[in-house]
């Protein structure tokens, strides 16, 4: 049998969801009997800390990787993926990148062509969804691809009971900032037949106000979000325009599967997603949520909902939620990518 192992790390809190994401992942890595063969985990803000912890526990795989190990890596990992991905061929084990983020999508840090030449050290590459894994196919990635679909979530906190309000509230929680989802402001001026709920640190978007139909909500914790939330649907939605998701973070959608997404799941949420996302086909074959064009349309759609196309939402949006609690994404993409590869685990 072949060891399925992963390189733990220091981490400078848990409270972004790309940090949510890993130490969730590594989670459930260990429920699948993975082995760490870096240092243990350990959160800390100290950049110096941090530094000195991920290079100690790449050192202290280097010794400890096997022949035969395959080492899933959750990709970026900053300056050392292609160093680890030769110390592990060297000792005859294979290397696997679980995308998180691409560089030349996201950051802009990257060209494509990098991008692609830096995956390539990896034997297998398991995408976000679908939309991304054919990108990286069409751009020159010639070794076996696999992709996740869905974020799992880890979380103790369970959603409430749902109600339906009159009239519907759309919800949408994160980092509130101009350069990520100015939208909002417009978005307030325009809202009629339904609720907007906004959760996030308002300092970021300083013209947006609260109204009749529009509530501002502070900041709150992920577990106090999934535990307390009222609403109907989570909306995932970036950059200024009402029109279409635009700028990095709104194009990004394109490719990426959002960690909210799997957030307002967790809570009991349906989703509202952008039609050109990469999520919006999960969305639509899953029958969680609804796909829009325009933020405009929902004025008049949300009113045309009925209890029961809302109820059954909430009953596959439950169903998806029990999958994604168990790590049931991971998992399933882990043991794709591994038969693909011809490696008993």
């Known amino acids: 049998m072949n060891r399925l192992c992963y390189i733990s790390r220091n981490y400078r809190g848990v409270n972004s969801a790309g940090n949510k994401a890993k130490t969730d992942y590594e989670r459930i890595l260990r429920d699948m009997g993975a082995t760490n063969l870096g240092l243990e985990t350990t959160f800390s803000t100290s950049q110096v800390v941090s530094f000195v912890r991920n290079l100690m526990g790449i050192i202290r795989m280097s010794h400890k990787v096997q022949s035969g190990d395959v080492i899933l890596l959750q990709y970026p990992v900053k300056k050392y993926f292609s160093l680890i991905c030769r110390i592990a061929h060297k000792r005859g084990a294979k290397t696997v990148a679980l995308i998180h ?3 030349c999508m996201r950051r802009k840090k990257l060209t494509e062509q990098q991008e692609i030449r830096r995956l390539m050290h990896a034997d297998a ?5 679908a939309v991304m894994m054919q990108w990286l196919e069409e751009k020159g990635y010639t070794k076996p691809l696999d992709y996740l679909g869905l974020h799992d979530y880890l979380s103790d906190s369970e959603p409430r009971t749902p109600k339906q309000h009159t009239p519907l509230k759309v919800v949408y929680a994160g ?5 990520k989802n100015a939208f909002l402001m417009d978005m307030a001026a325009q809202v009629s037949n339904y609720e907007l709920v906004i959760y996030g640190k308002h300092k970021g978007l300083p013209r947006l106000k609260g109204n009749g139909r529009i509530k501002v909500n502070p900041f709150l914790s992920a577990d106090t979000f999934i535990r307390e939330v009222e609403g109907d ?3 995932v939605w970036d950059g200024d325009s009402l029109n279409t998701c635009s700028g990095h973070f709104g194009e990004y959608l394109r490719w990426n ?3 909210k997404v799997s957030f307002y799941i967790r809570a009991g949420l349906p989703m509202i997603v952008w039609r050109q996302s990469a999520v919006a086909p999960i969305v639509e074959q899953e029958g969680i949520g609804l796909c829009i064009d325009s933020i405009e349309e929902l004025n008049h759609l949300l009113p045309s909902i009925t209890p029961q196309q809302l109820s059954e939402m909430r009953q596959r949006v439950s169903i998806v939620c029990s999958r994604m609690a ?10 794709r990518i591994l038969q693909t590869l011809n490696i008993e685990h």
């Open 101 to 103: 983020d691409l560089g």
């Open 326 to 335: 168990k790590g049931e994404y991971l998992k399933e993409a882990v043991s």
């Open 125 to 129: 590459v398991i995408a976000s969804n």
């Open 175 to 179: 980092t509130l900032a101009v350069r």
């Open 257 to 259: 599967t959002p960690h």
């Open 233 to 235: 649907f989570g909306l």
